[in-house]
Antibody, heavy 119, light 107 residues
Framework: QITLKESGPTLVKPTQTLTVTCTFS??????????VGWIRQPPGKALEWLAL???????RYSPSLRSRLTITKDTSKNQVVLTMTNMDPVDTATFYCAHRLITGAFDIWGQGTVVTVSS | DIQMTQSPSSVSASIGDRVTITCRAS??????LAWYQQKPGKAPKLLIYAASSLQSGVPSRISGSGSGTDFTLTISSLQPEDFATYYC?????????FGQGTKLEIK
């Protein structure tokens, strides 16, 4: 059974760097074809794909946020970490991590972690 | 980027109704399309992948169709648990993109 869970700060100040961690079980990120993605959702708004990391460490990013995002994996800890620099109040959102199927769909999602950006 | 446009943005329907939601891609994506259901305060739930394949555990009253640029999600007979917001997502190329969502409300 695949599970994912996000963790991180609930509140960050403007200009600070956000670090959110996805801890997963039920699969290995060293297995051919496996990927884990990050998606965010501002309050009352649509889903926005942010980044994805594959089993071979290939990393993909949203072009509009590329300069601010870094996604990494720690296979031994079963974790994927997303950092977002220079946080702004408009970045207030629920951040989700999710397991990617080979079809590109996200079949299992974490519960999400709410991040508020405010001074 | 591939833009995904859903219609309608919201729809009101009654229990037992048949409802269709449309998703249009700004360029061809073959069958690289997924549909999700999201309820308030919850993570999205995968319903359909590869445009028409039903995810395990999803009731058969839900179906997806289409290829290329035009896709539909159909719920054949609405049940109380179907009232939610629905999103499409293309996985043809990066960056992955989602539609703006369709809110399905009780009439």
């Amino acid at each position: 059974q695949i599970t994912l869970k996000e963790s991180g700060p609930t509140l960050v100040k403007p200009t600070q760097t956000l670090t959110v961690t996805c801890t997963f079980s039920g699969f290995s990120l060293s297995t051919n074809g496996v990927g884990v993605g990050w998606i965010r959702q501002p309050p009352g708004k649509a889903l926005e794909w942010l980044a994805l990391i594959f089993w071979d460490d290939d990393q993909r990013y949203s072009p509009s946020l590329r300069s601010r995002l870094t996604i990494t994996k720690d296979t031994s800890k079963n974790q994927v970490v997303l950092t977002m620099t220079n946080m702004d109040p408009v970045d207030t959102a629920t951040f989700y991590c999710a397991h990617r199927l080979i079809t590109g769909a996200f079949d299992i999602w974490g519960q999400g972690t709410v991040v508020t950006v405010s001074s | 980027d591939i833009q995904m446009t859903q219609s309608p943005s919201s729809v009101s329907a009654s229990i037992g109704d048949r409802v269709t939601i449309t998703c249009r891609a700004s360029q061809g994506i073959n069958s690289w399309l997924a549909w999700y259901q999201q309820k308030p305060g919850k993570a999205p739930k995968l319903l359909i992948y590869a445009a028409s394949s039903l995810q395990s555990g999803v009731p058969s009253r839900i179906s997806g169709s289409g290829s290329g640029t035009d896709f539909t999600l159909t719920i054949s007979s609405l049940q109380p648990e179907d009232f939610a917001t629905y999103y499409c997502q293309q996985a043809k190329s990066f960056p992955y993109t989602f539609g703006q969502g369709t809110k399905l409300e009780i009439k």
